[in-house]
């Protein structure tokens, strides 16, 4: 009776936790729904990008959406949102298959975004291992393919100074083993970004790491890059306006321009905004089928139910 009592007087005079609400994790065995998305005045070729397809992606789960980097490996698309979770995707005769994963290794404890503020994404396609870019802590972690946990993590000297909101927003690996990464803002918004390039793998012992910079279109910051098969580099952009649309641009960074300090700078070679319904860009990858090279985009919702999360494939010409 006696602790009946006392665990009633707890319940009673014990306020309920008041704190910040653990941040949404995805569900292993998760729903999505799929649906063809055509933007209005239909599907037409923006510069050097002629669209295949394109599909409109919901699902009850809420943790689902706020992709902040795409990657193509083994037939999936490998989504990873800003909040440490992983999202596969497989598409086969119409059909859509989704698994979940959260990031159990980070920085910090993963409770809050503030430790699990995951930006970019590289994947080794022979092992399977992901590199992730953490902003806030300006680091860069890897997982093994099953994401069960983190085996390595680096926050380079390079990185330091990139600020809590305006990290490592790119992370790209190159075919010959090296790594690629763009901060995505910084305080004068005429400078161009720093970048940091690595000769190996980044969280190795003994990867040097040398910096770069590079010029997004004026207006723009960017969101995600990739490579293309010849060695050059596409960046996607991105141009907020109010109050709910973003613009993008394509840019195409010559593969001679990829080295310590340059300058990486190129063309806009495709504006697809209208092609992908106006929404915030963030995620891009590059895949080859059949002799002709692919290049995947995908969308940030933010989290919002008033919002769409887009994932289109395109052609490239050249």
Known sequence: MRWFVVLLLVLVLVPDWTGEARLPV?????????????????????????????????????????????????GAAVLLSDG????????????????????????GTGWDKRSRDTESLAIDPASGRLWIGYERANAIWRYTPDLARGDGHVAPPLMRDWGRNSGPETLVRMDDGRFLTLREGVMDARR??????????????????????????????????????DG??????????????????????????????????????????????????????????????????????????????ILAKFRLID
């Open 84 to 107: 440490g979770n992983v999202v596969r995707l497989t598409i086969r005769r119409g059909r859509i298959a989704a698994a979940g994963a959260d990031l159990a290794d980070g920085p």
């Open 26 to 74: 995805v569900r292993r065995d998760l729903s999505v729904e799929a649906r063809g998305f055509v933007p209005a005045g239909g599907a037409r070729r923006a510069g050097v990008l002629v669209p295949v397809g394109a599909l409109s992606l919901r699902s009850s789960d809420p943790a689902f959406g706020g992709f902040s980097s795409l990657a193509i490996h083994r």
């Open 192 to 229: 161009p970004r720093p970048a940091v390039l690595f000769d190996g793998d980044p969280v190795a012992t003994g990867t040097r790491a040398a910096r770069l910079f590079y010029r997004p279109p004026p207006g723009y910051v960017p969101t995600d890059g990739a490579m293309l098969p």
């Open 232 to 309: 050059d580099l596409l960046v996607v952009n991105r141009r907020w306006r109010f109050p709910f649309r973003f613009d993008c641009a394509i840019v195409r960074v010559p593969a001679t321009l990829i080295r310590a300090g340059a300058v990486m700078e190129g063309p806009v070679v495709a504006r697809p905004t209208r092609q992908m319904g106006g929404e915030n860009v963030e995620g891009i990858a590059i895949t080859r089928e059949r002799g002709a090279t692919m290049v995947w985009l995908v969308t940030d919702n933010d989290l919002a139910f008033y919002r769409r999360t």
